[in-house]
């Protein structure tokens, strides 16, 4: 994914510094759309456009990141093959990095609303601050959900492929006949799935690209959008 990210947006990249005015091409017309995509329907709508050139590049990042690694999972190649994004410890860094950059990027408005929410009752921060520690929990929940939802919506799909294939072996086990029979149907089942899971790969980049966003928004926000 690394190798394949590098190839494709340093060469895109140059052809940009050769001809920045020329139209776009191949496959630097398919990126164009998908990086205008992230930047007005992803990170605008959720954060400050001043804030938009410091969070640009993780968010890409991110997405295209995301978008490569379940797309490669789905070709059963080598090299390609290996479902990361099904696995729960490649989800659990790539929420690590949002949890992270939302953290060190926080304001004092979002620290004051973690620490001394406004328009609360008195009694609810002091003597046992209430608020605060549920505050904090939910910046812990939040890259947790961002974990879980990208691991199991890839993960589920790549089951119900195997748990498709599986049914030809159980049924030769009952009887090569029952085997015979049920291939086609599995193999149809085994496909659909597969092309369901190219549209579930780009609805999960994009999900998890957009609460990234909204998180790093919460975090940089002045006190009057909140």
Same mark, same amino acid.
């Given at each position: 994914v690394?190798? *394949? ?7 895109? #990249? ?10 776009p091409?191949?496959i ?10 992230v ?26 990141f995301?978008l490569? +690694?379940?797309? *490669? ?6 090299p390609?093959? #290996? ?10 860094v790539?929420? *690590? ?24 009752? #008195?009694?609810?921060?002091?003597p046992?601050p ?10 812990v ?8 939802r990208?691991f199991?919506?890839?993960? +589920? ?9 599986s049914?030809i ?8 006949a029952?085997?015979y029979?049920?291939?086609?149907l599995?193999?149809?089942f085994?496909i ?8 579930? +790969? ?16 919460? #975090?940089t +926000? ?5």
């Amino acid at each position: 994914v690394l190798a *394949l990210m590098l190839w494709v947006f340093i060469s895109v #990249a140059k052809r940009y510094q050769k001809a920045p005015l020329a139209p776009p091409k191949g496959i630097q017309n398919l990126l164009e759309v998908l990086v205008v995509f992230v930047r007005d329907d992803i990170a605008k709508p959720s954060i400050r456009e001043s804030k938009l050139p410091r969070f640009m590049p993780v968010l890409l990042t991110i997405f295209f990141f995301v978008l490569f +690694s379940n797309l *490669l999972g789905l070709i059963p190649i080598f090299p390609a093959g #290996a479902n990361l994004t099904g696995n729960i410890t490649v989800t659990m860094v790539l929420a *690590l990095f949002t949890f992270l950059v939302t953290t060190f990027s926080g304001n004092k408005h979002y620290w004051i609303d973690i620490f001394n929410t406004p328009g609360i009752p #008195a009694f609810l921060k002091f003597p046992i601050p209430l608020m605060p520690i549920v505050e904090l929990a939910g910046m812990v929940t939040k890259p947790i959900v961002l974990m879980i939802r990208l691991f199991a919506n890839m993960l +589920s799909g790549h089951m119900i492929v195997l748990v498709f294939f599986s049914m030809i072996f159980l049924f030769g086990a009952m009887a090569p006949a029952a085997a015979y029979g049920m291939s086609p149907l599995s193999v149809f089942f085994a496909i659909f799935m597969t092309l369901l899971d190219v549209l579930v +790969s780009f609805i999960q980049a994009y999900v998890f690209t957009m609460l990234s966003a909204m998180y790093f928004g919460m #975090a940089t +926000s002045g006190h009057d959008e909140h």
